[in-house]
């Protein structure tokens, strides 16, 4: 069996999920209350409303919102294994057990896009209704919203490996997502300390508190560096899945 069938598999046991309606609930939270909030300071001589709006939604979206969501999908794609020993049918399939987690892994990383794209879509729909209403004549960002949303996809990547390597080691459900939720929460505060670095649970919300330092000082220098943020990220994000590959099915195969 190729990767490929393995991972339309994969997506086949999650099609009738209710995470497509989950992935909805985070975006329409925060972007309605953040651009609603916002909004109600706009004046029609309001510049940069754009900016302004998206840092003020993705804020808690990023540091929050989205990692917990994701814990949630990574606990609801692990759970289509666990019971009924789905896991040791599975394993007797003709295909590596190391790409077993990995696939799983891959229909994560497609549900991370897919929420990014919710976002993006109810986001830019409440802006244009808090511009048009407010009477602000300022053209849609586009690129420069993509290029955030981008950001927040890539710098999440890390932080849901993560996630997912634990939700294999811990395959009790209550253990997986309390480890997460507790691991996800100082993640603001690990934010604003030199040790932000090596903690993937606040790369995203880094991101965007980079952002808004850099909207408020209106200042060219960006604060985000790439290096050495990039190589400690891949690997961060290269040995979760190493342990999550390593580890998935270990037990059964004894």
Known sequence: MSFLELLKIEFMKVKRSKIVPL???APLLVVSSGVANLSRYFTPEYTNAWSAMF????????????????IVVCVMIAGRE?????????LVLPVSRYALPIAKFCVLAFYLFMEMAVFLAVFVIAGTIATTTMGINETLPILSLLKWC???FLTMLPCVGTMWAITVLFKKPLLSVGLNLLLVIPGILVSATPIWIIYPYCYSGY?????LHDFTVNSNIRTFSI???LPV?????????VIAATQFGKEEMK
Request: aromatic residues 16%; glycine residues 6%; hydrophobic residues 60%.
């Open 233 to 241: 990220a891949i690997l961060i994000f290269v040995l979760a899945l």
């Open 207 to 211: 991101l965007v508190s980079c952002s």
């Open 150 to 152: 981008i950001g927040l």
């Open 55 to 70: 840092i003020q939604s993705a804020l808690l979206y990023a540091y929050y919102l989205l990692p917990f969501s994701m």
């Open 82 to 90: 666990t019971g009924n020993n789905g896991i040791l049918k599975m």
């Open 227 to 229: 290096f050495p943020f």
């Open 23 to 25: 992935i909805f609930i």
